[in-house]
C-alpha cells in the first residue's frame, strides 16, 4: 500500500485552526467510501474494497488523523462479502455502522449493525436475516425518540432496478430493530434519503425511480410505522445522488443531480427551496448545459456549522456510461453557497486524472472535507482513494508533484485537448479579468475579457500544437496552464 500525503498549513478561522491536505490511498484494490464520521482528532471513513480480477468486495474502517496522516485501518469482520453503506455517530466516542453481509446459512444477505468506539475496537455485532440478496446505498438519521431510522434499497434478485424495494428499519442504540418495512410493487426502487417532519409524526424520503429511464425521485411523506401517505412532485428532474435538509424550521432544501435539460450529458448540480406546504420557493443551478456536472455520489451536501452557510460537491465532465472507468479527465467541483441560496465561491480541482466525488462534510474547524476516487487510465487499471481537506476559503495550501499535477483552480478549459471551440469555465469570485492564449512562441493568439461564468471561446482557426493560457485578475496572474489543439 502507497500513501502520499501533502504538505500541510494551519489557516487561523475564529476559535479554530484548518487543517488543509491532499491524501492518496493507493492499493492494489480499487477502493471508494461511501459514508464517514468526524470525531475530535479524526475522520472515520467506511470504505469499500473491489478486485476486478476476482468475485467478491470487502469494507475497512479507515481513521485519518486532522492533519492528513492515515492512523489505522480495519478490516471489517467477519471476512466475506460485505457492505457498509452508512455509519452514525451516537456518542463522541462511538459510532454505528449499517450495511449488509453475505449469510451464514443461504446466498441471500443479512442487514448487518455494528457498535464501534473511535479506536476502531468493536463493542457489538447483530444480524438480521432481510431474505434479499443485496441491500443498497442507504442513510441513516437519529429520530426525536433518539432511535436511529435507516433507509435505502434491498434487492430480490442479484442485479436490476427493477427488482428493488424500499427498505427501513428503526432500531434503538442498542442496535434492536424496533420495526421494518419493505416496500415493493410499486415505481420506486429505493430511498435515497430521509428526514424527520418537524410538524407532524412522520418522514420525509426521497425516493429513486424503479428503472433507468425513470431515475427520478419522488418527495414521499411516510407516518412513523412507515405506511405511504402521500407523495409531493419534485420539479426540475431530481435524481439519482441528491439529498434533504431543513435549511430553516420552516423551509427544506433539495440538493443534488439533476437533469433539467434533455440527456445524461447535461447533468447539473441544483439547489431547489420548498416551504414546509411544498411550494417552491428558490431554484437554483451552479453548472452549465454543454458539460455533465454530477453530484457527489453518496453525501453531495453539508452544512457549516460555524457560519451556517453550507457546502455542495460534485463531479465535473461526469461521464455515467462508463463511470468508474472513465478515459477522460474530470475535476472534483466544490460550491460554498451562502443561507440565501447564494454562490459565495466555487472552486474545481483536478483535470490531470479521472476523479469522482462521493462524499462532502462540513468539518468541526469550518472547512470540508471531499472524498473522492482517482483513475490514472494511463497508469494503472484501479482507481485509488483520494482525500481533499479544505480551508473554508476552498483553499488548499499546494500542490504536491508526487501525488499528481493537479491543483486547486478558479478557472478551467475543456475539452482538453481539443479542436474548434473550448469553453473557459471562471468561478463566481473570479470574474472580471483577461483570458489570453498564446502560442508556443508566447505570442498571443486570442484575448478577452470574461465577464461571464461560462465563455465559449472558438479556437477553429488556429493551428494544431500546444498552447500556453493565463487569467489575468487585477493585474496578477491566477491561473496559468496549457492546451492542446488537437486533429479534427
Excluded at 449499517?98 to 457498535?115: A, M, N, P, R
Excluded at 447535461?266 to 414546509?276: A, F, H, K, R, S
Excluded at 454543454?290 to 465535473?316: E, I, K, M, P, V
Excluded at 459565495?344 to 469522482?356: H, I
Aim: hydrophobic share 35%; glycine share 8%; net charge negative.
Amino acid at each position: 500500500m502507497k500513501i502520499i500525503i501533502a504538505l500541510i498549513l494551519l489557516f487561523p478561522f475564529r476559535l479554530f485552526s484548518q487543517n488543509s491536505f491532499e491524501l492518496l490511498i493507493d492499493k492494489p484494490e480499487a477502493q471508494r467510501a461511501w459514508s464517514m464520521i468526524e470525531t475530535g482528532n479524526s475522520y472515520i471513513l467506511s470504505v469499500q474494497s473491489l478486485n476486478y480480477n476476482t468475485p467478491g468486495y470487502g469494507t475497512y474502517l479507515t481513521k485519518i488523523s486532522k492533519t492528513g496522516k492515515l492512523v489505522d485501518e480495519i478490516q471489517i469482520e467477519p471476512k466475506k462479502n460485505n457492505f457498509l453503506s452508512t455509519m452514525i455517530k451516537i456518542e463522541p466516542d462511538k459510532f454505528i455502522t449499517l450495511g449488509c453481509i453475505e449469510s451464514d446459512t443461504s446466498d441471500k444477505y443479512d442487514f448487518f449493525v455494528t457498535q464501534y468506539d473511535s479506536s476502531l475496537n468493536e463493542l457489538w455485532q447483530k444480524k438480521y436475516y432481510t431474505g434479499k440478496y443485496q441491500i443498497g446505498v442507504g442513510q441513516s438519521i437519529i429520530n426525536s425518540e433518539g432511535n436511529i431510522i435507516y433507509s435505502g434499497s434491498v434487492r430480490s434478485t442479484y442485479s436490476g432496478l427493477t427488482t428493488s424495494y424500499i427498505f427501513f428499519c428503526e432500531l434503538n442504540a442498542n442496535g434492536d430493530t424496533l420495526k421494518t418495512k419493505y416496500i415493493s410493487g410499486a415505481p420506486f426502487a429505493g430511498s435515497a434519503d430521509i428526514i424527520e417532519k418537524n410538524d407532524s409524526p412522520g418522514y420525509y424520503s426521497l425516493d429513486i425511480g424503479a428503472s433507468y429511464s425513470m431515475q427520478m425521485y419522488q418527495f414521499a411523506e411516510y407516518d412513523k410505522q412507515f405506511n405511504f401517505v402521500n407523495n409531493h412532485p419534485i420539479q426540475h428532474g431530481f435524481g439519482n445522488a441528491a439529498c434533504i435538509a431543513y435549511d430553516t424550521d420552516t423551509t427544506y432544501l433539495i440538493v443534488g443531480r439533476n437533469s433539467p435539460f434533455s440527456s445524461a450529458e447535461t447533468y447539473n448540480l441544483g439547489v431547489l427551496q420548498c416551504d414546509t406546504l411544498h411550494n417552491e420557493l428558490k431554484y437554483e443551478l451552479y453548472g452549465n448545459a454543454d458539460t455533465a456536472h454530477y453530484s457527489g455520489l453518496s453525501d453531495c451536501f453539508s452544512f457549516n456549522r460555524l457560519t451556517l452557510d453550507f457546502y455542495l460537491s460534485g463531479t465535473s465532465n461526469f461521464d455515467i456510461y462508463s463511470y468508474p472507468f472513465q478515459k477522460v479527465p474530470s475535476w472534483i467541483l466544490v460550491n460554498n453557497i451562502s443561507k440565501n441560496i447564494e454562490l459565495n465561491w466555487q472552486k474545481y480541482f483536478g483535470g490531470d486524472a479521472n476523479y469522482v466525488n462521493y462524499i462532502c462534510h462540513a468539518t468541526d474547524d469550518g472547512g470540508v472535507l471531499l472524498i473522492n476516487t482517482r483513475y490514472d487510465y494511463n497508469d494503472n487499471f484501479d482507481y485509488d482513494l483520494h482525500i481533499l481537506k479544505l480551508n473554508s476559503q476552498g483553499n488548499l495550501p499546494v500542490s504536491v508533484p508526487e501525488i499528481s499535477d493537479a491543483k486547486m483552480s478558479e478557472l478551467i478549459i475543456y475539452p482538453n485537448p481539443g479542436t474548434a471551440q473550448i469553453t473557459v469555465r471562471t468561478a463566481s469570485q473570479a470574474l472580471g479579468g483577461e483570458f489570453v492564449l498564446c502560442d508556443i512562441s508566447g505570442k498571443t493568439v486570442f484575448q478577452t475579457s470574461i465577464k461571464e461564468r461560462f465563455t465559449s471561446v472558438s479556437t477553429n482557426a488556429l493551428p494544431e500544437g500546444v498552447y500556453v493560457y493565463k487569467y489575468v485578475l487585477n493585474g496578477t496572474v491566477k491561473e496559468t496552464g496549457k492546451w492542446v489543439k488537437a486533429k479534427k
